[in-house]
């Protein structure tokens, strides 16, 4: 069965600090993983990774994807108040088919 | 184990048929939402609800309905489906509408229109 797994569920820090999301899948014909900022009511699209090693960067948010241990991090550096949110993440595999992780839960504290 | 479960993960429907695509969520949430997602558009909210018989449009709710006669359950109704309708539907439920609160995804329904 096609799953995807976020970790961890929830997560605190203080501001200032650095975190790393986790993000691990298991597809059939995988396509590409995404992930999603959500602060309100739709998430907002964050990065696409479609190739493994190849870092995306936006700011202080960076992102990469293992294809072979079939996983993805998402790091976001120097956190502040406004990066508290929930972290979604996604897979295309297949024909047109999107799975998602139940989303960490980040705040943080000023 | 929280848990919202949408009724089927594949509809192939013909253009013109009344469309119910159901949500349950067992964790006593509030707020249920539905997105559509298409590709290079990301999630777009059709419809919200903070509370039984209670509806709200969200961004695209055009061609669309939405029911909330209980509060673990939240309907989207496509009243005559078209093609352009054809998508991955996502339910989602959360505890409180204030920003950075815990959400949870059903694993989604792919509808086909034909």
């Known amino acids: 069965e096609d799953k995807v797994v976020q970790s961890p569920l929830s997560l605190v820090v203080h501001e200032g600090d650095t975190v790393t999301l986790n993000c691990s899948y298991e597809v059939t014909n995988f396509r590409s993983l995404l992930w999603y900022k959500q602060e309100k009511k739709a998430p907002t699209f964050l990065f696409m990774l479609?190739?493994?090693?190849i870092e995306k960067k936006s700011g202080r948010l960076s992102s990469i994807l293992d294809k072979k241990e079939l996983f993805s991090i998402l790091n976001i550096t120097a956190t502040q108040t406004g990066d508290s949110a929930i972290y979604l993440c996604a897979v295309e595999a297949g024909a047109n088919n999107l799975f998602f992780g139940t989303g960490t839960r980040l705040t943080v504290i000023p | 184990d929280v848990k919202v479960t949408q009724s089927s993960r594949y509809l192939v429907k013909r253009t013109g048929e009344k469309v119910f695509l159901e949500c349950v969520q067992d964790m006593d949430h509030e707020n249920m939402f539905w997105y559509r997602q298409d590709p290079g558009l990301g999630l777009r909210l059709i419809y919200f609800s903070y509370d039984v018989k209670m509806k709200e449009k969200g961004d695209i709710p055009e061609g669309y309905s939405v029911s909330r006669e209980k509060k673990e359950r939240f309907s989207l109704i496509l009243e005559s489906a078209s093609t352009n309708q054809t998508s991955m539907y996502l339910c989602a439920s959360s505890q409180a509408k204030a920003p950075s609160t815990e959400a949870f995804f059903g694993q989604g329904t792919r509808l086909t229109v034909v």
């Open positions: 479609t190739s493994s090693g």
